[in-house]
């Protein structure tokens, strides 16, 4: 199979659907979109394919807080370490099974900050000081 880059919005939405079809019956972190939070899927797949059109493709499509989503489903289950660790391979996995090129290489080194900075917020919600 011939593999191109991440170049239009229709790719994204390959890529958002070829994800969370992996995701929803993943071991480590499918449970959450169905046991955790009641997911409406009709809803969440758009959200996700504008935010990483607006994140890879600068389609400024997207409106939302996603840290905030994450801070607040901390509060139901505990967001962990294997948890984003688990996603991000995930993720990972389906871009460089579908996709090589700039924009991919981008897409998995924005996931990489995104684990980060949500386990970094998420450790700090957990203080007395923390301000959301």
């Known amino acids: 199979m011939n593999k191109s880059d991440i170049s239009k ?13 992996k995701v929803k019956k993943d071991e480590v972190i499918g449970y959450f979109f169905t046991d955790v939070i009641p997911f409406n899927w ?12 607006t994140v890879l493709l600068g389609a400024k499509t997207y409106q939302g807080n996603p840290m905030i ?30 996709f090589e090129g700039p924009v991919a290489n981008e897409a998995m080194r924005r996931a990489a900050i995104m684990e980060e900075l949500m386990l970094y917020k998420i450790d700090q919600s957990n203080s007395s000081y923390f301000i959301q």
Do not use: C, G
């Open 9 to 21: 919005r229709e790719d994204i939405v390959d890529l958002i659907s070829l994800f969370y079809t």
């Open 69 to 98: 989503k994450h801070l607040n489903i901390n509060k139901i289950e505990a967001l962990k370490q294997e948890h984003f660790t688990r996603w991000r391979l995930l993720w990972d996995e389906t871009i460089k099974e579908h």
């Open 42 to 53: 009709e809803t969440h797949i758009p959200i996700m394919i504008s935010f990483w059109d």
